[in-house]
């Protein structure tokens, strides 16, 4: 389909794309975050979601193939469009400012890229962290599972990690505020009051992720995460 | 010089579509043979070149601005004119003749002003076509609205834009034509001499204005669409870069210039706060619907115009006509504010300005009313006056907006030469002494879409298709030699005064003198002061920079170098029509109370000038080419 | 008052360029900022200094020619003001003031600041009307158009092409300027026959133009100074990739 090929490479479609993997991405982070309160439940509640992943077999490796297509995707175009801009302008202004009112060049906006790429590295990090990390063996009802949460609370009570974690995901939160809102512009959005709904839900859906994905390595931290991290 | 308008015979209701019947054509397989050249790609300019290429010409459109969508004509505001009569007021194209004709003060030919009121309707058709967005009622249907000179509403407007509206219209069709190949579009080139071989025009000679070459064109027509000749006076509403250079140099070559000196004054514009000032801009006329003019009754007057009580004030519009008011004409509106400057009473920091004052609309109609009505031009005035019109009058100007004058043509709209054409501002045709609001734009269009693609292939049906002399022939190579030379002349001067100094006190000589009221006196000054200038122009002006480079000063310098030739030309017709008519006011011919005084006895005719040559002094032959009015009766002008 | 003025020199597409430097003394703050370049010029000429060139034509704000950068702002600090319609009344004395050319491969230097924007011709070239001839018009009521419709079009209609949405853009896109001329003509039915043609040409044109992506800064709209919305920029996207998925 030659006309596919030609719409996702063209300037509209590359863009476009960018939301779709975007949202999809941030679907990704709803799902993630549902899974990571688990650890908040009963003691087993959080190996038995993980173990429930791991029982998907070969659907997990189709999930997780799809995961990392989105990612590659979303990072190369965004790597591209922002390389694609040192050719449309090679030789740049002397002096530059935003001019305001409308405009939504930001902090958030202009260190998409940057952000992205701490994004990128944190994630090779996280998974050599965690998927590969210490394999700690427990038992859920009688069967032999993976104690993911003892490696989770062991982790989180170093104060470097923590810190990384920390830092890495208060970083997120500016590139969701932006790209929640950009994604959405990219697809389409039209009307000025819309634009103006959705920046503020972009903020809302930033802040309010980020922050309970960071409320989690702190308050174990913070609590030494003996037990169920909740006394029933 | 016998001057033959060629005006077909019959009925004037008839004459246009006999014209077309009769009218030779040029077949189809052969119209790609031809190629004609179309110089300014304003209204007239932007629609001729693309209407031909549709017919099959294969056009070159020229135009000096980086972009054909650029030509001023997208500066004009207010509206279009055409008898749609949608309003059901009463509206026929014989009142849009009439009223025309009546507005340009009987100075213009029947024949040539019923066609534009008869092809006025086809313009808003193809505009509404083309997705120009005009405004529109709740119904979906067109909104009209009222313009000055006229007891009907048969404007069609887009906002204040429309101008913008119709020429980006012109340019998109004729943007769709180069796509399709069938127009060579070439932008920053200016046209500096029109080559005439065997008597008829077969090409011209252009500067690159980015490489500074210049180049020979060769086609079988040239069509002159290159706007009036406003910025002779240097501050006027022209774009800066409008200028009479491809009229004026055609008019070297043989054509007639006629009329030059009917120049229309707009009376609301912004006044001139210093010397630094490069132009002027206007306000809507419609702020005279609401506001009202005045000046302090004494000289010198310096308290703040709010706290000026009203018998201090002279409102003396309303006092001088008391049935039309503050809605007089333009070209009365602007010769009284003359008036009264003149006698010293004129406000703000030069004494040239008088008020124009909304305290009483205000107060009658509440602030928010005025603001719909005037919101975005009461902030353009603020943006630009720095002061805050809804507390303080507005202090206003006239200036030179448009100029009726242009190359003489006949009813095909092509000059005494054969193959040289003119259309839109850039000749004389339509608007006689005086233009009414909202014709502009019109005749730019009809001339372009409408009337000239039909009468260049009446005439192109008699040159033989291929024709070709090449541009190696002697007529171009000593066109461009000519060419350079003047370039060339320029440069070498290395002078002490500016470009823009010279231009300026030209254009003050110009106003002052060729202005708004004319007498024998000034005019004959004028013409020794213009001389002495050019004079020293010629041997004391500063050029900088080199011919083969992007250089706008030397481009003006070539610009400003003919506003001086035609300036003498517009002081010798101002001298010979002794009479007031239109825009033309001599002061020797008005009545005690002021008013214009028209000679239709000894000047009912269209003073067409041929150039003899110049050294020293500008030498011109007159030609009379007599108007006659067969289905109009002459009258005279009253708003009393 | 004193305006010290910094501002862009350079010869030709393919020259190194330059800043100079000039303070200029004589600045009234009812001036145009074009005026004060006007004055600049005259000072240096009579220096026999190289004058600073720089585009302009209507200096009314509608005509799109002048599109200077000010301190790195397309058209300077006011919003929906072209830099011929800005005065110096937005200035204090003393102050500095950087002039560069809107900055953009697609727009190339002709001399100092004056750029060739041809690539905007193009883009309308390869789409950006309605293919009527002349003549073939219907009668002009005969469509009515909802007024909002219409009212919207015009909204769109109004872009001068000045280019200060390309200048200000971090990515060189000229989105805005095609996005509004397709929404221009979409909004009205004469121009929904060629919708999806004219879309595809138009934003293929502009990449072919060399222009950049656009990243959604909104900063376009910041600067266009008749305040063109990016919703323009939505419209497109979707219409583009309807055309390329039907």
């Given amino acids: ?232 | 010089m016998k001057l033959d308008s060629k005006i077909p015979e019959g009925p004037l209701e008839q004459k246009w579509s006999k014209y077309k019947k009769d009218m030779k054509l040029v077949a189809p397989n052969n119209k790609r043979k031809y190629e004609v050249i179309v110089v300014g790609t304003g209204l007239a300019g932007g629609a001729a070149a693309a209407s031909m290429a549709e017919l099959g010409y294969n056009v070159k459109s020229f135009c000096i601005q980086d972009s054909a969508r650029r030509a001023h004509s997208i500066a004009a505001q207010g509206g279009i004119n055409a008898a749609k009569n949608y309003p059901n007021d009463g509206d026929s194209i014989w009142g849009l003749f009439y009223d025309t004709i009546k507005g340009g003060d009987y100075r213009s030919r029947e024949a040539n002003v019923y066609r534009l009121a008869e092809v006025a309707n086809e313009i808003i058709d193809q505009a509404v076509a083309q997705g120009v967005p005009f405004a529109r009622e709740y119904s979906g249907l067109l909104a009209n609205r009222s313009f000055g000179g006229a007891q009907v509403s048969r404007t069609f407007y887009a906002r204040g834009q429309t101008g913008q509206q119709l020429l980006l219209g012109a340019y998109q069709a004729m943007m769709r034509q180069v796509h399709a190949g069938k127009i060579e579009y070439l932008p920053r080139h200016e046209m500096l001499d029109v080559v005439i071989i065997g008597g008829q025009a077969r090409g011209i000679i252009t500067r690159n204005l980015v490489t500074g070459e210049i180049k020979s064109w060769e086609a079988d027509a040239v069509v002159l669409a290159t706007g009036g000749y406003g910025n002779v006076f240097y501050l006027s509403t022209n774009a800066k870069n409008s200028n009479v250079t491809a009229a004026w140099r055609a008019h070297k070559k043989g054509a007639l210039f006629a009329n030059p000196c009917y120049v229309q004054v707009h009376p609301t514009c912004i006044p001139v706060s210093g010397d630094y000032q490069s132009k002027l801009t206007l306000m809507s006329e419609s702020l005279r619907n609401d506001g009202r003019v005045w000046v302090p009754k004494k000289k010198g007057d310096d308290r703040h115009p709010n706290d000026i009580p009203e018998e201090d004030r002279f409102y003396y519009l309303e006092e001088k006509y008391p049935s039309f008011g503050n809605l007089v004409p333009r070209d009365v509106a602007s010769r009284n504010a003359k008036i009264v400057c003149d006698e010293g009473l004129g406000v703000g920091e030069t004494g040239l300005a008088v008020y124009l004052d909304f305290r009483d609309a205000i107060k009658r109609d509440g602030r928010e009313t005025v603001e719909a009505k005037y919101g975005n031009l009461f902030d353009m005035y603020e943006n630009i006056a720095g002061e805050n019109p809804y507390e303080r009058p507005m202090r206003i100007y006239p200036a030179v907006h448009y100029t009726m004058g242009g190359l003489w043509v006949d009813y095909n709209l092509m000059t005494n030469i054969p193959g040289l054409f003119a259309t839109g501002e850039a000749n004389f045709s339509d608007h006689g002494a005086n233009r009414l609001g909202a014709s502009a734009l019109m005749q730019g269009l009809s001339d372009g879409y409408f009337v000239l693609p039909a009468t260049i292939g009446n005439y192109l049906a008699d040159v033989k298709p291929g024709t070709r002399h090449g541009t190696d022939h002697t007529a171009f190579v000593e066109a461009e030699k000519a060419a350079q030379e003047n370039i060339d002349k320029l440069l070498s001067i290395n002078g002490k005064r500016t470009i823009v100094d010279f231009h300026r006190t030209l254009g003050k000589i110009v106003w002052d003198k060729i202005g708004i009221a004319r007498n024998k006196e000034d005019l004959e000054s004028a013409i020794k002061e213009i001389q002495e200038l050019r004079e020293e122009f010629w041997a004391n002006v500063y050029v900088p920079g080199e011919k083969n480079n992007y250089n706008k000063y030397l481009e003006f310098a070539s610009r400003v170098a003919d506003f001086f030739e035609l300036a003498e030309l517009m002081a010798k017709d101002a001298l010979d029509r002794e009479e007031s008519c239109g825009c033309h006011l001599r002061e020797e011919y008005q009545s005690e109370e002021g008013e214009a005084i028209r000679n239709d006895e000894d000047f009912s005719y269209v003073a067409a000038w041929e150039y003899k040559g110049i050294n020293g002094e500008l030498k011109e032959e007159l030609h009379k080419e007599n108007l006659e009015f067969e289905f109009v009766e002459l009258k005279q002008r009253s708003y009393k | ?246």
């Fill in chain 3, 1 to 246: 008052m004193t305006i010290h003025l910094k501002y862009w020199k350079q010869d030709g597409p393919d020259v190194p360029g330059h800043f100079e430097e000039y303070t200029l003394n004589t600045v009234n703050e009812h001036m145009s900022f074009l005026e004060m370049l006007d004055v600049l010029n005259e000072e240096l000429q009579l220096e026999g200094k190289d004058p600073v060139e720089f585009d302009y034509d209507c200096r009314e704000g509608i005509c799109g020619s002048c599109n200077l950068v000010i301190n790195g702002q397309a058209h300077g600090p006011k919003a929906k003001v072209a830099c011929c319609q800005l005065h110096m009344r937005n200035y204090k004395n003393g102050d500095k003031i950087t002039i560069e050319p809107p900055r953009a491969a697609a727009f190339p230097i002709i001399k100092d600041l004056v750029v060739n924007r041809g690539a905007f011709d193009r883009i309308i070239e390869a789409g950006g009307y309605v293919s009527v001839k002349t003549g073939s018009a219907q009668e002009a009521n005969a469509i009515p158009i909802e007024k909002e419709k219409s009212d919207a079009a015009f909204d769109y209609a109004t872009c001068i092409g000045c280019g200060a949405c390309v200048a200000a853009c971090p990515n060189a896109s000229a989105s805005l300027f095609t996005g509004a001329k397709l929404a221009h003509l979409n909004h009205v039915p004469q121009g929904e026959v060629e919708r999806s043609n004219r879309v595809v040409a138009m934003v293929d044109q502009m990449k072919e133009e060399g222009f950049g992506d656009c990243s959604n800064f909104a900063e376009c709209e910041a600067v266009c100074p008749v305040g063109i919305s990016i919703s323009a920029i939505a419209e497109m996207r979707r219409d583009y990739m309807k055309a390329m998925f039907s």
């Fill in chain 1, 1 to 232: 389909m030659p006309s596919f090929i030609k719409a996702i490479n063209s300037q509209v479609g590359r863009k476009v794309m960018t939301g779709i993997t975007g949202i999809g991405l941030m679907l990704f982070l709803i799902g993630h975050i549902a899974g990571n309160l688990t650890i908040f439940g009963a003691p087993d509640a959080f190996n038995i979601y993980t173990k429930t992943l791991a029982d998907l077999g070969p659907l997990l490796y189709v999930i997780e193939a799809g995961l990392a297509f989105f990612f590659l995707y979303h990072t190369i175009l965004g790597v591209s469009i922002w390389r694609s801009r040192r050719k449309a302008r090679p030789e740049g202004y002397k002096k530059y400012q935003t001019k305001g009112g409308p405009s939504h060049q930001s902090l958030a906006s202009k260190s998409m890229i940057y952000t992205g790429s701490i994004i990128l590295v944190f994630l090779v990090l996280h998974i050599i962290h965690f998927k590969f990390g210490a394999d700690y063996a427990t038992m859920i009802d009688g069967v032999e599972a993976r104690d993911l949460r003892r490696l989770v609370i062991e982790e989180f009570q170093k104060t470097w990690i923590v810190v990384g974690y920390v830092g890495v995901l208060s970083l997120v939160i500016l590139h969701l505020s932006h790209g929640f809102w950009s994604a959405f512009t990219s697809l389409s959005m039209k009307s000025k009051e819309a634009s103006k709904k959705i920046q503020m839900a972009s903020y809302a859906f930033a802040i309010v992720i980020m922050l309970l994905f960071i409320f989690i390595p702190l308050y174990i931290y913070f609590t030494g995460g003996e037990g169920s991290l909740i006394s029933y």
